[in-house]
Nanobody, 119 residues
Framework: VQLQASGGGLVQAGGSPRLSCHPS????????MGWYRQAPGKQRELVAA???????QYSDSVKGRFTISRDNAKSTVYLQMNSLKPEDTAVYYC??????????????WGQGTQVTVSS
């Protein structure tokens, strides 16, 4: 399994980057997908998830600002980030999310994509 996220970078507060993840090695369309992030000195946390049927869920910290979406034909999951805040600075990862592995189904997280928000 490969989980490769992209689209991060240095962004000013209030910016709106879009992250992408095109995983391989499993049946994308059959799996819930999640975007996770890990800030320096903190544990990795789930910020958004999307079911195969496109139902979504968000952490309270990003609700109303981030939008997760997926294109099953392209096996790609996206995270549209709006109204970024400095506290959103973190490495962002994607992973499959299951009932038994809500913190990420696959151990191969990849490098993630760094998002740094300047104030």
């Amino acid at each position: 399994v490969q989980l490769q996220a992209s689209g991060g970078g240095l962004v000013q507060a209030g910016g709106s980057p879009r992250l992408s993840c095109h995983p391989s090695g499993f049946i994308f369309r059959a799996n819930h997908m999640g975007w996770y992030r890990q800030a320096p000195g903190k544990q990795r946390e789930l910020v958004a998830a999307i079911a195969p049927g496109h139902n979504t869920q968000y952490s309270d910290s990003v609700k109303g600002r981030f939008t997760i979406s997926r294109d099953n034909a392209k096996s790609t999951v996206y995270l549209q980030m709006n109204s970024l805040k400095p506290e959103d600075t973190a490495v962002y990862y994607c992973n499959a999310k299951t009932a038994t592995s809500p913190d990420g189904a696959f151990p191969s997280w990849g490098q993630g994509t760094q998002v740094t928000v300047s104030s």
